[in-house]
Structures are given as C-alpha cells and as structure tokens.
C-alpha cells in the first residue's frame, strides 16, 4: 500500500525531529564529557553480536 504524499512528509519530518532529538542529547552528553572510548563501545558491540550470532 503506498503512502500519500502527506503521509509521507510527515514521516520524514517525525524522522528528522528523532534524529535532532538525538543529536542534541548527544551533543549535551559530549559538552558534559559524558563518553567512553571508542575500543570500549567497539568491544561491547562485537561482545553483542557474538551473543544475538549463538
């Protein structure tokens, strides 16, 4: 089923509002030096995958 046109933009808007909502808490998470090092967050995602792959 095909969307309409209006339809459509609303969902592309409702998608750019959730991204700049994303955005911006992380933008307000690095100025707080709320972060971890990229090896961290790496390891933790292949730590994942191993675990959703059994």
Do not use: C, H, Y
Request: glycine share 4%; no cysteine.
């Amino acid at each position: 089923m095909a969307m309409s046109k209006e339809n459509e933009s609303v969902g592309v808007e409702t998608e750019k509002k959730e991204f700049d909502d994303m955005m911006e808490k992380g933008l307000a998470q690095a100025k707080m030096n709320q972060s971890r090092p990229a090896a961290e967050v790496l390891a933790d995602i292949s730590k994942n995958i191993r675990e959703w792959a059994r």
